[in-house]
């Protein structure tokens, strides 16, 4: 077992460095991504197979990182590292319908989950005669970890049609903390041993379990909550940096917009958005925050709802009802009502079906019979379409995608890589005088 644990790790030093050489190359970046999971399972492995508790330990230990990365992800998105591309996307599958329970990210679930594998892992394999239980508690916990892995698969590929690779990562964690456990479990047996381990009959595993849990909850809670209102901050160009990138596509704005501010303002913002999408939520009330902080601003809105059933380059249905929302924004800007029915649908994320739309739209006053009527009406329909068109032409990958004119002394549009928080900071060097460095290359989704 020791040579095989010394080639396991040899072969994760070999995959972790190819992950780093090959990462920068978009060409590469799924490869990268690919060998950098193998070299954290490599990893695992080679200690698992040197003792399996300091396996499950190291499992544990990963699955923290990972995790605590996701967490701050989904409160903060914007190009995720682990993002490939709108197959394997971790920041579409991060901020879906499915990466919360009752308000809480999974990730951070996941994180705490981890966190109490790993605090037990290392006293059972410290302190075997006071922890002789921890063993069957972590496979148990790890066999549970791997049903939610399963499920969260399935969900993943039938319903999203996209795949996060850190998320993946954290799956064989699960299924490796659930081996090593059975395995540390065969000298007192593993079944047989279940409940006491559940109960604690015997030592304080679960116990220890319990309380680090709850620390890691609490401690990655605090630490990953989302960042908050907009505040100023010291600018310099060498701080502007990392906020934007050099836009690479095509920026098309129509005249037909909606339009938020003053429609002469010299500063363009536009952003692509999907009404289900968590994180275009988040950004929504912080877009008219940024308007009233700098009225020289304007808004533009366009759609690109992350459905197959509207948007041909989204790879399946994904948001279900984000293309009727899109059509809904139309027929209430149609009423001169779009950004009152914005704020509604932003604000109801997870009501806007059919019948949440119409009740929405009346809760606002609008002609019930004209809406129904432009809700079916196909012109509604080949606006959105023309929306999605233009987020294609200007690279649009995920949501939101946000796009500023009029800052920078050599780029019509630069890309914003940090929302509406690099907005306004841009914005406030802009004011005091600073000179924008050239565009940086955009980074890679």
């Given at each position: 077992?020791?040579k ?94 499915f ?16 966190g109490?594998?790993?605090v ?95 620390a ?121 009502a ?11 994320q ?9 009740f ?23 606006y ?62």
């Open positions: 077992m020791q095989l644990s010394s080639g396991l790790i040899t072969l994760a030093v070999v995959a972790g460095i190819a992950s780093l050489v090959l990462y920068d190359d978009t060409a590469t970046r799924l490869v990268a991504l690919l060998a950098g999971v193998g070299a954290m399972w490599l990893l695992a492995g080679g200690a698992l197979a040197r003792d399996p508790l300091l396996g499950t330990a190291t499992a544990g230990g990963l699955g923290v990182v990972v995790s605590g990365y996701l967490t701050q992800q989904h409160n903060d998105p914007g190009s995720a590292v682990c993002n490939a591309g709108e197959v394997f996307n971790c920041e579409v599958v991060n901020t879906s319908q990466s919360e329970i009752a308000g809480v990210p999974i990730a951070l679930l996941g994180l705490a989950f981890y109490a594998i790993t037990v892992s290392i006293m059972g394999w410290l302190a075997r005669d006071s922890f002789a239980k921890a063993p069957v508690l972590v496979g148990f916990s790890g066999i549970l970890g791997s049903l939610v892995a399963i499920v969260l698969m399935y969900l993943s590929g039938a319903e999203l049609g996209a795949w996060c690779l850190f998320c993946i990562a954290t799956y064989g964690f699960s299924f490796l903390i659930a081996g090593g456990g059975i395995l540390a479990s065969k000298e007192i047996g593993f079944a047989p041993n279940i409940v006491g381990a559940l109960t604690g009959a015997a030592d304080k595993s679960v116990l220890a379990a319990a309380l680090s849990y709850l890691v909850f609490g401690i990655g809670f605090v630490t990953c909550s989302p960042t908050g209102p907009i505040e100023p901050a010291e600018l310099n160009s060498d701080s502007l940096l990392p906020l934007f990138s050099k836009v690479t596509g095509e920026i098309v704005i129509r005249g037909n917009e909606p339009v938020y501010g003053d429609p002469d303002a010299p500063y363009t913002l536009v952003e692509w958005a999907d009404y289900e999408c968590p994180y275009c939520g988040q950004v929504s009330p912080q877009l008219k925050q940024l308007v009233e902080l700098h009225p020289e601003v304007k808004v533009i809105f366009k759609n690109y709802p992350l459905s197959a059933e509207c948007n041909p380059h989204v790879p399946a249905a994904m948001h279900e009802n984000a293309c009727e929302a899109a059509v809904a924004g139309v027929c209430a800007g149609r009423q001169r779009f950004w009152d029915l914005n704020r509604q649908m932003f604000q109801n997870k009501y806007l079906a059919p019948a949440d739309l119409a929405m739209a009346g809760d606002l006053g609008l002609d019930k019979a004209a809406f129904q009527d432009c809700m079916a009406d196909p012109s509604a329909a080949e959105v379409q023309s929306d999605i068109a233009d987020g294609k032409k200007a690279l649009v990958n995920s949501t939101p995608s946000l796009y500023l004119k009029g800052l920078h002394p050599t780029e019509e549009w630069i890309h914003m890589e940090m929302a509406v928080e690099g907005a306004n900071l841009l914005l406030l060097a802009h004011k005091d005088g600073i000179v924008l460095p050239p565009a940086p290359p955009p980074s890679e989704d």
